[in-house]
């Protein structure tokens, strides 16, 4: 079962403007952390923002937002005042305990294209 | 403070041979994780190591292998390759249990 979904391969957004990256999460696992990456074409990942299941408030990082919401299992990342540069592959991801390890499952990602 | 770095860059190698591909940790970080990421998807968790072992595997069949030494650093090794083994594959760093693992540039590899 696919237990991060993104649902918008590809989205368009003129500079300076928000936009809205969806995310939707499984997990039985009462505790759990949820992450937003930035992949630029030179392929590195890039971290982004943290959500842990307890935190209290919706994490923020300069123009990062997370809209979190957690009986929906929702987790949408929020990029304000978008900038040229802001054009790269987005992945949501969920940290999951396995065995001794703790990996990420990742989504398939969403393109951001971030027009002038 | 030094990040996460991969080596080799690219790589071209033909069905069948072998393959090793190096990541150096970030500084005072355990933890090396390596993922698979086929082109369009997201990356895939190959296995873990901490403190020199693998303590965490995904689904990959045995052929792909690891290493990781005493300062940390670590390999990945992937034997008999296949035409499928073409990805960008990425190491990442951390502390154990830490929220955030750190990530590397990446090898791009592809199988001919």
């Known amino acids: 079962a696919q237990k991060i979904t993104q649902t918008q391969p590809g989205m368009f957004v003129q500079e300076k403007e928000a936009v809205t990256l969806d995310c939707t999460y499984d997990t039985s696992d009462p505790s759990y952390g949820l992450f937003w990456y930035k992949q630029p074409s030179s392929g590195e990942m890039i971290f982004l923002i943290y959500q842990g299941s307890y935190d209290q408030q919706n994490a923020t990082e300069g123009r990062y937002s997370l809209n979190f919401q957690k009986a929906r299992k929702s987790a949408n990342l929020v990029i304000s005042a978008s900038q040229l540069g802001d054009s790269a592959m987005y992945f949501c991801a969920m940290r999951e305990a396995q065995g001794g390890s703790e990996k990420l499952v990742f989504g398939k990602g969403t393109k951001l294209t971030v027009n002038p | 403070e030094t990040g996460v770095t991969q080596s080799p860059t690219h790589l071209i190698k033909t069905r069948g041979q072998q393959v090793t591909l190096r990541c150096s940790s970030q500084?005072?970080?355990?933890?090396v994780s390596w993922y698979q990421q086929a082109l369009g998807q997201g990356p895939q968790f190959i296995f873990q190591?901490?403190?020199?072992?693998?303590?965490g595997r995904g689904n990959f069949p045995p052929r792909f292998s690891g290493l990781q030494f005493p300062n940390y650093s670590s390999e990945l090794n992937v034997n008999a390759l296949e035409l499928d083994d073409s990805a960008l594959y990425l190491c990442a760093s951390s502390l154990m249990r830490d929220n955030e693992q750190f990530f590397g540039p990446g090898t791009r590899l592809t199988v001919l």
């Open positions: 500084s005072g970080h355990n933890t």
């Open positions: 190591y901490y403190r020199e072992e693998e303590n």
